[in-house]
């Protein structure tokens, strides 16, 4: 069952002989639960992609549909609620805030939505990413790893629809980078967790269920991982 859809998703920057085209007519499907990779050149409009199917930013044509809803048919008011409450963003630099512990970095997304914290998923959460005993700390008083922990708790958290990661061990050595990865396929099989990773690293990629490599704007490959 699809859960993400796409229809020739086309991103332009610029008008006339200055415009750039960053996606041109990009359309795929990714299944409830899949966990989907997708690789290319840097400026092949992976970010861009990325972007666009957290609604962080619009496209200039085509369509998104999370779970059969069209994403950009709503408002800015309800795209807001929609990234809130559908979409878990897990970035290559963390987006910690400083003067917020573990915890309440990892719930923020759910008390800025006005709702009550489950306290269970937290926990979960909190066995899962290897954080107990740290849930006073701040994220200055955290290795690298630990910081991109919490950001992929926050992420979890809300349980959202999607979660897309954007280079998520970029900045992490390899023995770290080795432990994300392995949480961000945990979360899939335990959450039945639909997953959409950005990366450059092949070893990454070889081990989502599908990849999809981007050129110029454009899928040149979609192929199932053996």
Request: net charge neutral; aromatic share 4%; proline share 4%.
């Amino acid at each position: 069952m699809d859960i993400l859809r796409t229809e020739n998703l086309t991103k332009r920057y610029g008008q006339g002989d200055n415009a750039v085209t960053a996606l041109d007519r990009v359309s795929f499907s990714v299944e409830k639960g899949e966990f989907l990779a997708i690789v290319g050149p840097s400026g092949s409009g992976k970010s861009t992609l990325l972007h666009i199917l957290g609604a962080v930013d619009r496209p200039t044509e085509g369509k998104v549909f999370l779970n059969g809803q069209d994403v950009f048919a709503q408002n800015e008011d309800q795209l807001a609620i929609f990234r809130r409450r559908q979409v878990g963003l897990i970035y290559q630099f963390y987006n910690l805030i400083p003067v917020l512990n573990i915890r309440e970095n990892i719930t923020l997304p759910v008390l800025l939505d006005g709702r009550k914290v489950n306290r269970r998923r937290l926990e979960d959460l909190m066995d899962l990413l290897d954080l107990r005993g740290r849930d006073d700390h701040l994220p200055s008083q955290l290795s690298g790893g630990q910081q991109q922990r919490v950001s992929i708790g926050r992420a979890l958290m809300n349980a959202p629809a999607i979660v897309l990661a954007d280079e998520p061990t970029g900045n992490l050595d390899s023995k770290n980078s080795r432990q994300i990865v392995e949480l961000l396929k945990d979360s899939n099989r335990r959450f039945g967790q639909t997953l959409i990773v950005i990366t450059h690293d092949p070893a990454i990629a070889l081990q989502a269920d599908r990849i999809i490599t981007l050129e110029d704007g454009r899928i040149v490959k979609d192929d199932k991982v053996q």
